[in-house]
Every structure is written in C-alpha cells, then in structure tokens.
C-alpha cells in the first residue's frame, strides 16, 4: 500500500487560494508552517500517486508546480528550490565562506576579474587574469560545465577546507597549481565612500544587507571627520534587501516621529515606522541618486527623504517594487518569499508598480518598454498619473503609480554611442580586451596606486586602436567617422575597466564620477545650497 503523501511544502503554496492552514511559532522573522490537509489539492495528489496508469514522480511534479503556482499571486512571491537557498541568501549575509575572488565566464571559461585584498586566493598566490581551468584536478571548462551556479558550487565550501585550482596565467606555458583553503569572506556593501571635491562625502551603497548599517555609520563618521559639508548617497544599482536596514539608515536624516514608511496588507494591519530622533546627521545637506534599477529597500530610502523634504532626489524614476515579502523556510530545506503587504512612502503613495496577476512576463518587460518609450532620455516620455498626486512635508507635489520620480532628472548619457559603439558594448568586446591587456601588462601596471596615476600611464599607450584591431578579429569594424564619434566613450570605458582590474571598485568609481552626470548634478546641487526642497506655494 502506498503511503499517503505528506505535500507539507506544496500545500504551503496555495495561500492565495485555499483555506486550511494558519501561521504559528513566528521567530525572527522566519515562519514555520502548520495547515490542515484535508483539501482538494491533496486529495487529487494522493489519486495521482496511487491510481495513474504510470509511476508518477510526484516530487518533480510538485517542484515544477509550484512556480506556477505563485506566478498566479504577484510577480515577486517566489519559490527557491533546496539546492539555490544559500546562493540566493548569500548576497545579504555579512560573510559566507569561500575562496575571496570574483570572476566572469568569458567563453566558457571562469575569468578571475578580482582578488579580494586579505583573501584566501591572494594568500595562495591567485591573480586577476588568471583562468580557472580545472578544480580539483578535475576539467572545469565548455558551456555545459561551466556556469555560474555550478562554480559557485565548486568554490565555495566550508570554512578550513580546501579546493585545488588550475590556473591559465599570461606567460606561463603550463598550468599554475594552487591549492586554497576556504575562509570566511567578508561581503561588503559599501566599497565606495570618499571626498568628493574637498568638501562632499559620497557614498555607494550596493545593497542593503545584515552589515550595511555598520558599515554606512563607519563611511558617515570617516568623512565627517574629513569635514564632509554634505553627503551623496548613491542607490543606482541597489536592489534592495533588508527593510530594518534601510529604516535604520533613514532614521539617521529624520527628526522625530517623522513617518519612514508604512506598510498594509489585507491580513497585515497597518504598521508604521517612525523615526526616533537620535539620528546623527538630521541637519547635514543630503542628495540620493537613483535610477531604473534603484529598487525595494532602495525605494523606502529614496522615497522617505523625499516626502519628508529632508533632502533632493536626483536620477531616473526608480524600478517600483514595493511589496513586503516573509521569508518561509520550509521543510525540506526550500524556501518561499511570499508577499504579505505594500509599501508606502509617508505621503500615501504605493512604491510598487502595476501589474496583472499570472502576467510575469508583462512584468519582467517593463524596463525594456520604458526604455523603448524614451523614459531614460527624457522627462517628457514620463506619464504622470494626474489622479494619483500626494503632497510632500513641505507641500511639494509627487506622483503615485509605481516607483519614486526623483526631483531632478538626469537623462541617461548616450552621447557618442553610435553603431559601432553599440556592437562593441553588446558584445562585451572591453571587457575581454581589458582583461586581456591587464594580462599582458601588468607588471608595468602595478606600480600605479591611483586612478591618476594609472590614467597617465595609458594615455601614452595606444588603447583605442587595440581595442580597434581586437574588434576586428570579432568582424566588427567602424564606418565612415565612427570612430571619430564614438573615441571619448570607448576609451573612458577602456581607463574604467583596467582601473577596476588593478585597482580596484573606489578607485574606479573616483574615474566613472568624473564625468558622470548624475554626480556632477548633485555636486552642482550641493553647491548652490539648494539640497533641501523649498515649500511649495
């Protein structure tokens, strides 16, 4: 006789839809599950399993269900199979163990593109450049070995244990052998904080995990000692992560009681978070940038600063998502982010755009429709919904319907980029030709210890034409004047890769801002005074 089937993580699943199961043993956030069986769903499972013409593999067909499942609900409640929690959970933890490099795949093969400082790979000898050819004596090459995930497999591993590389090094006929033990690697979140012009403290912060407020107190302290006159905190490129962070953070810029954040949910009543008022910086001029892929955590920071009048958003509209999610570990291991609210910014509006249930697709096209309909070049391409106007502290008017507008808009630097440019960035020609020349070159490189230095050696070497000539070997060549038209981009982007290569994200961050547009606005912004918002009328 078969046994009845237990379905404890499926039946999770139908919150949306069926009655039956209930929340208990709530700790830290995480859920543990108990429900009721007795529902259809079961029922027709167990008739599966003991009546189908075939043996049904019952558990593959419940892992491939449940996606579907809640694909139905929104477009953010999620199911993480077993085998991918630590890598989705990774990014947002304070360390995980490993080896301590990053890498790219470039024709199938793993490209070391950075050897963090202090690290197990650079205690053993491993530089940028190098290509992991086997692990563990094993071949680790060609498109069906080698991916992400199933490096990140292979790499990573408990703390004290080893992993032996093979390495493919510029200038060495055979392969170099390492052998690493794995160590916690610390996963940062601010890389970047430094004075801007004398007088303005930057800072990027790459997402919002468990030590991000430590290390975004550390960078504000580092440079009000510098005497930092005000602060540019840049969320372009911050996906979020987790909402106590970025609550934390703003409560440093408000005053108190001032309203962070609110959330509400058909079975969550209303919660709203509140500055206390002990933050350090509430008085300092303060700017934020964001842009299309500013999203979740960085939206409630962007947005609260906005509608307190506490300080001047610049960028692009953010991406707009604003649903709160519980983390539910199941069982097995598995785990499911369920949405159970909507965030609100102080002023009433929702952060999360629209979207139709069970239309992911709709939903995952929306930056390229954006883009297509001309919203990161103009401001003009925008559609403010006029039936959705909230006011700011100050009686400033700002605009509901999915993300947060900024105050000032900055278009999205296309200058220069002609066809040939396009088909050079499309296919990630300076990328591969960076990496290839920091091979090549880099004991001559590696006595430059700044950005400046490292600018003056290139500008006597003749990058643009490499770059030229590698192209061609990709059968893409220029036409006409485009080389002409398209010289400052290429080459900025050339300096900017091998600065990251040798030096480092600051100091290739310190190059990018040199001409980034948003930045010289805020800085433009910081100068004129004109960092807190005026009262409207």
């Known amino acids: 006789m078969k046994k009845a089937l237990p379905f404890l993580v499926v039946l999770i699943l139908l919150l949306g839809f069926f009655i039956g199961q209930n929340f208990t043993q709530k700790e830290s956030g995480i859920t543990t599950i108990i429900f009721n069986n007795d529902n259809k769903l079961s029922q027709i499972f167990d008739i599966i399993d003991s009546e189908y013409v075939d043996k049904a593999d019952i558990d593959s067909i419940i892992e491939r269900s449940i996606p579907k499942v809640l694909e139905e609900l929104d477009p953010h409640s999620t199911y993480i199979p077993k ?8 990014d947002l933890q304070s360390s995980f163990s490993g080896i301590g490099i990053r890498f790219t795949i470039q024709e199938d093969t793993i490209d070391i593109s950075e050897v963090i400082r202090g690290g197990p790979s650079e205690e053993a000898g491993v530089l940028a450049g190098d290509r992991i050819i086997t692990i563990n004596d094993s071949l680790f090459v060609g498109k069906d070995v080698c991916t992400n995930q199933a490096a990140m497999k292979k790499l990573k591993g408990p703390k004290g244990s080893f992993v032996k590389l093979g390495l493919q090094r510029f200038g060495e006929e055979e392969l170099v052998e390492v052998k690493i033990r794995r160590d916690d690697i610390e996963v940062k979140s601010i890389e970047t904080a430094y004075l801007l012009n004398g007088k303005w403290g930057y800072i990027m912060i790459e997402r919002f995990a468990e030590n991000t407020f430590a290390e975004f107190i550390k960078a504000m302290i580092e440079l009000a000692n510098q005497r930092a006159q005000g602060y540019i905190i840049d969320l372009r490129g ?24 609110y959330t509400e949910g058909a079975n969550i009543k209303k919660e709203i978070e509140r500055a206390n008022g002990y933050g350090y910086f509430q008085d300092v001029p303060l700017v934020i940038l964001v842009d299309e892929t500013s999203a979740s955590a960085s939206e409630i920071m962007a947005g609260t600063i906005q509608d307190n009048d506490r300080g001047t958003v610049i960028g692009r509209r953010t991406f707009g998502k604003g649903l709160v999610q519980k983390q539910i570990n199941l069982d097995d291991g598995s785990m499911m982010r369920l949405t159970i609210a909507r965030y609100h910014t102080p002023s009433g509006r929702c952060i999360q755009k629209p979207y139709t249930k069970g239309d992911g697709e709709s939903y995952a096209m929306d930056l390229i429709d954006r883009y297509n309909r001309g919203e990161f070049f103009s401001q003009d391409s925008i559609h403010q919904n006029e039936e959705l106007i909230f006011k700011t502290k100050n009686g400033r008017t700002v605009y509901g319907g999915g993300g947060i507008m900024p105050d000032i808009f900055v278009a999205s630097d296309t200058t220069h980029v002609n066809e040939y440019a396009k088909d050079i960035f499309t296919n990630r020609l300076i990328a591969q030709y960076t990496l290839n020349y920091c091979k090549a070159n880099r004991q001559s490189m590696k006595k430059h210890q700044t950005y400046e230095e490292l600018v003056t050696y290139l500008d006597r070497q003749p990058m643009l034409d490499g770059l030229i000539s590698f192209a061609r070997t990709k059968d893409i060549a220029p036409k006409g004047n485009e080389i002409a038209e398209s010289k400052e981009v290429l080459t900025r982007s050339i300096y900017s890769n091998i600065i990251y290569h040798m030096l480092g994200m600051m100091e290739h961050i310190k190059f990018v801002n040199l001409k980034d547009s948003t930045v010289l606005k805020a800085v433009e912004i910081l100068e004129s005074g004109k960092a807190f918002p005026e009262i409207e009328g």
């Open 238 to 261: 911050n996906g979020g992560g987790y909402l106590g962070v970025a609550l934390e953070m703003a409560n440093q810029f408000l005053g108190e009681d001032e309203v962070i954040v």
């Open 83 to 90: 085998d991918e929690v630590e890598e989705m959970t990774s």
